[in-house]
């Protein structure tokens, strides 16, 4: 039996693992997960009105289920995997916190893929003030763990009448459709009931979206964007910019992308200014964020200061690295500045010797999910990475689904040559560094249904327990 | 993000090379016999898996109603490969191990790929190269078709339109004869710029087999 070790559990690392599992009866997988619970951006990215996105989940539970029945899957949750510095602190770990040692997967399995995801968000340079990220406000809303007594902050963030979102992806549309949506058509999701509380109370009636690229640069899928301009409460309020050469004409330009074009045929077929609902949103382009203004007295925000831009003339403005002249500033009012420029992957903690990470491009340096040697580009052993931190973060579930098929395609080639290494001990090699138990699937199991029962009082599909503490008091009390 | 093999793959059937291959191939078809339309259409296709396999994944085609029988079992009726005998062996050379597929196809092994061969039945492409078919009722949308029958075809969403995973790749012959996918599975096709050739095709909550049905059966007549 081939022992490999997963490092997450969303939906890069269930895909590799899938494939895998399903090509070779002779693989066994254990996947790690820094959380107590498995699914990653299932569970706590994809936004709470897209529940049949979630569905997903139902999927991996049914992998998890029949490969843990055959003894080729087990779940272990709340372990991170560090460098081996960080894990010598493992004795005081908390429960909820227990750390493992990479280089000691390396010495237990035959195979070890990072899966771990881009966890963090890239921020908004500024010569003044902060803005909120978008990624602690959607981890808010999906009840992520660190996310815990954040909805106080937001209560007072959302008192603000105009948010301004900077950044034209899928996580900005999500962003802004929590804002203006009423938050009766969340009432019966897994939105944790505080949020809702909040999300209640807010006084956001206008969002505007900024970018700094123009319009044939925005990132959105066109079911986001079509979706957005079908909010029931919310108008979209057309911008001039949009009726001017080239955007106006943008279905009959040869060179432009059916993406882009499908994005403007959206925008072009919306807006109708006589249908002014109780809430709006727009869309603002070539506009680079500059400041943050406050007010001398209650230091509230007043307003976001940009430098305005424009493509330089002579090229087309379209494509990604499209070439900006910087004009003067303007002041946008608002009270809400919400960043979302997009994530980026992080190295495992003091790992670098061992797993080789790309700062620039954020993600592990490989080919085809071989982990390479930056220096000599020479693949590493037994070493593979799989979805964002292999490839950065974009893309939806779908081209996750088809880079893990790669990478799993890559360690299936390799296996062919291999023969399993006898001196691979796998779980058995770790279980004593972990000090205790780890959450099973069983144990996760526990806690699902726990939520689903929570949520069935309150009419909902959900009730996530937010605090690791409680979810793992939970798992322990329900799983013996 | 573009899948660059995906597009690559799907968009070698948009040559002119195939599609002077397609209509050689078809018209040779029928010289051999005029009044069995079905046969022909058989003929075609298999030529088409053939050729095909080497060079892509696989491709999705629509003919005349079949005139085979389908064995019942387990609320679907499903024949297994009845149509090699009828053209003369020609499946035999299909492929049944994904080795023959080039690195392209491969890696798009995880979409499970499908033929149509009429409004009934529908022969699926599945990832080890080997086909299996099986008759569909009216409603059936292609996802669920291919679960009900052990066919292997990634749903994350479970057909809600709301995860475009469940990709497959049809003729563009017949993929034309298609009315325009509804506004909200258009934008679908758009997630991971899958649709660049019109070869894609996400089989959700879009009941293509009634779709098709409906549409103009005499079409397919038309091709003789």
């Given at each position: 039996?081939?022992?490999?070790?997963?490092?997450?559990?969303?939906p890069a690392?269930?895909y590799t693992?899938?494939?895998?599992?399903?090509?070779?009866?002779?693989?066994?997988?254990?996947?790690?997960?820094?959380?107590?619970?498995?699914?990653?951006?299932?569970?706590?990215?994809?936004?709470?009105?897209?529940?049949?996105?979630?569905?997903?989940?139902?999927?991996?539970?049914?992998?998890?289920?029949?490969?843990?029945?055959?003894?080729?899957?087990?779940?272990?949750?709340?372990?991170?995997?560090?460098?081996?510095?960080?894990?010598?602190?493992?004795?005081?770990?908390?429960?909820?916190?227990?750390?493992?040692?990479?280089?000691?997967?390396?010495?237990?399995?035959?195979?070890?893929?990072?899966a771990?995801?881009?966890?963090?968000?890239?921020?908004?340079?500024?010569?003044?003030?902060?803005?909120?990220?978008?990624?602690?406000?959607?981890?808010?809303?999906?009840?992520?763990?660190?996310?815990?007594?954040?909805?106080?902050?937001?209560?007072?963030?959302?008192?603000?009448?105009?948010?301004?979102?900077?950044?034209?992806?899928?996580?900005?549309?999500?962003?802004?459709?929590?804002?203006?949506?009423?938050?009766?058509?969340?009432?019966?999701?897994?939105?944790?009931?505080?949020?809702?509380?909040?999300?209640?109370?807010?006084?956001?009636?206008?969002?505007?979206?900024?970018?700094?690229?123009?319009?044939?640069?925005?990132?959105?899928?066109?079911?986001?964007?079509?979706?957005?301009?079908?909010?029931?409460?919310?108008?979209?309020?057309?911008?001039?910019?949009?009726?001017?050469?080239?955007?106006?004409?943008?279905?009959?330009?040869?060179?432009?992308?059916?993406?882009?074009?499908?994005?403007?045929?959206?925008?072009?077929?919306?807006?109708?200014?006589?249908?002014?609902?109780?809430?709006?949103?727009?869309?603002?382009?070539?506009?680079?964020?500059?400041?943050?203004?406050?007010?001398?007295?209650?230091?509230?925000?007043?307003?976001?200061?940009?430098?305005?831009?424009?493509?330089?003339?002579?090229?087309?403005?379209?494509?990604?690295?499209?070439?900006?002249?910087?004009?003067?500033?303007?002041?946008?009012?608002?009270?809400?500045?919400?960043?979302?420029?997009?994530?980026?992957?992080?190295?495992?903690?003091?790992?670098?010797?061992?797993?080789?990470?790309?700062?620039?491009?954020?993600?592990?340096?490989?080919?085809q999910g071989?982990?390479?040697?930056?220096?000599?580009?020479?693949?590493?052993?037994?070493?593979?990475a799989s979805g964002w931190?292999k490839r950065?973060?974009v893309g939806?579930i779908a081209a996750t689904m088809y880079d893990a098929v790669e990478t799993a395609?890559?360690?299936?080639?390799?296996?062919?040559?291999?023969?399993?290494?006898?001196?691979?001990?796998?779980?058995?090699?770790?279980?004593?560094?972990?000090?205790?138990?780890?959450?099973?699937?069983?144990?996760?199991?526990?806690?699902?249904?726990?939520?689903?029962?929570?949520?069935?009082?309150?009419?909902?599909?959900?009730?996530?327990?937010?605090?690791?503490?409680?979810?793992?008091?939970?798992?322990?009390?329900?799983?013996? | 993000m573009?899948h660059?093999?995906?597009?690559?793959?799907?968009?070698?059937?948009?040559?002119?090379?195939?599609?002077?291959?397609?209509?050689?191939?078809?018209?040779?078809?029928?010289?051999?016999?005029?009044?069995?339309?079905?046969?022909?259409?058989?003929?075609?296709?298999?030529?088409?898996?053939?050729?095909?396999?080497?060079?892509?994944?696989?491709?999705?085609?629509?003919?005349?109603?079949?005139?085979?029988?389908?064995?019942?079992?387990?609320?679907?009726?499903?024949?297994?490969?009845?149509?090699?005998?009828?053209?003369?062996?020609?499946?035999?050379?299909?492929?049944?191990?994904?080795?023959?597929?080039?690195?392209?196809?491969?890696t798009?092994?995880s979409?499970?790929?499908?033929?149509?061969?009429?409004?009934?039945?529908?022969?699926?492409?599945?990832?080890?190269?080997?086909?299996?078919?099986?008759?569909?009722?009216?409603?059936?949308?292609?996802?669920?078709?291919?679960?009900?029958?052990?066919?292997?075809?990634?749903?994350?969403?479970?057909?809600?339109?709301?995860?475009?995973?469940?990709?497959?790749?049809?003729?563009?012959?017949?993929?034309?004869?298609?009315?325009?996918?509804?506004?909200?599975?258009?934008?679908?096709?758009?997630?991971?710029?899958?649709?660049?050739?019109?070869?894609?095709?996400?089989?959700?909550?879009?009941?293509?087999?009634?779709?098709?049905?409906?549409?103009?059966?005499?079409?397919?007549?038309?091709?003789?």
């Amino acid at each position: 039996m081939f022992k490999v070790a997963v490092i997450g559990s969303g939906p890069a690392a269930f895909y590799t693992a899938q494939h895998l599992l399903k090509s070779r009866s002779n693989v066994s997988i254990h996947m790690f997960e820094k959380l107590a619970t498995p699914f990653g951006l299932v569970r706590f990215g994809i936004a709470a009105d897209h529940q049949d996105a979630k569905k997903v989940a139902n999927k991996f539970d049914e992998l998890a289920t029949h490969y843990q029945k055959e003894g080729r899957f087990q779940f272990v949750g709340g372990v991170e995997v560090v460098g081996s510095e960080d894990a010598d602190a493992v004795a005081n770990a908390s429960l909820s916190q227990r750390r493992l040692p990479f280089s000691l997967l390396r010495k237990n399995y035959d195979v070890v893929i990072a899966a771990y995801g881009a966890e963090s968000a890239k921020t908004m340079p500024l010569k003044q003030g902060r803005a909120v990220s978008a990624h602690d406000f959607v981890q808010w809303v999906n009840g992520h763990p660190d996310s815990i007594g954040h909805s106080d902050m937001f209560a007072h963030h959302l008192e603000a009448e105009t948010a301004v979102v900077v950044g034209h992806g899928n996580v900005a549309l999500d962003v802004a459709r929590v804002l203006l949506d009423d938050v009766d058509s969340l009432r019966r999701t897994d939105v944790p009931d505080n949020v809702l509380q909040v999300l209640a109370e807010s006084k956001v009636r206008h969002v505007r979206l900024v970018a700094r690229r123009g319009p044939f640069q925005m990132a959105f899928t066109a079911k986001e964007l079509r979706e957005m301009t079908k909010l029931p409460n919310a108008s979209y309020m057309p911008n001039e910019l949009l009726s001017s050469e080239p955007y106006k004409s943008s279905d009959s330009l040869p060179w432009l992308d059916r993406s882009p074009k499908r994005l403007m045929q959206i925008l072009h077929g919306s807006g109708d200014a006589k249908a002014i609902k109780s809430k709006s949103w727009a869309l603002d382009w070539y506009l680079s964020p500059h400041q943050i203004l406050q007010d001398e007295n209650t230091k509230s925000i007043k307003a976001i200061q940009f430098q305005k831009t424009s493509p330089v003339s002579s090229v087309v403005p379209f494509g990604s690295k499209i070439e900006l002249v910087p004009n003067e500033f303007v002041d946008m009012p608002c009270g809400l500045v919400i960043s979302s420029l997009g994530y980026t992957g992080l190295p495992l903690p003091n790992c670098s010797e061992d797993l080789p990470f790309d700062a620039r491009s954020g993600v592990i340096p490989n080919i085809q999910g071989r982990v390479i040697d930056p220096a000599t580009k020479a693949p590493i052993e037994g070493l593979y990475a799989s979805g964002w931190i292999k490839r950065g973060a974009v893309g939806v579930i779908a081209a996750t689904m088809y880079d893990a098929v790669e990478t799993a395609d890559s360690i299936l080639a390799d296996l062919e040559t291999a023969k399993p290494d006898a001196s691979k001990q796998g779980f058995a090699g770790i279980q004593a560094h972990l000090g205790g138990k780890a959450v099973s699937y069983d144990g996760w199991k526990v806690l699902d249904e726990h939520e689903r029962k929570e949520g069935a009082k309150r009419g909902k599909l959900r009730e996530k327990v937010v605090d690791l503490k409680s979810a793992m008091r939970i798992i322990d009390m329900g799983d013996k | 993000m573009v899948h660059p093999q995906l597009l690559k793959s799907a968009a070698i059937v948009d040559t002119d090379e195939d599609d002077n291959a397609f209509t050689k191939y078809r018209d040779k078809a029928y010289q051999y016999d005029d009044e069995d339309c079905d046969y022909n259409i058989e003929m075609f296709e298999c030529y088409n898996i053939k050729k095909w396999n080497q060079r892509t994944s696989a491709q999705m085609l629509l003919g005349a109603p079949s005139p085979y029988q389908p064995e019942t079992s387990e609320g679907l009726p499903q024949v297994h490969l009845n149509t090699a005998k009828r053209s003369g062996g020609i499946l035999e050379d299909v492929p049944t191990q994904s080795t023959t597929f080039d690195r392209q196809s491969e890696t798009v092994s995880s979409t499970a790929i499908l033929v149509l061969i009429n409004n009934y039945a529908v022969s699926y492409i599945q990832q080890d190269g080997t086909k299996k078919t099986v008759y569909a009722k009216d409603g059936w949308n292609l996802l669920d078709l291919a679960h009900s029958n052990n066919i292997e075809l990634e749903g994350a969403c479970e057909g809600s339109l709301a995860c475009s995973t469940c990709h497959i790749v049809m003729q563009k012959e017949f993929y034309e004869k298609l009315e325009e996918p509804s506004d909200e599975e258009n934008d679908m096709l758009d997630l991971g710029h899958l649709l660049g050739c019109s070869m894609a095709f996400t089989l959700t909550s879009k009941h293509i087999l009634t779709h098709y049905q409906n549409k103009d059966l005499d079409s397919v007549a038309k091709l003789k």
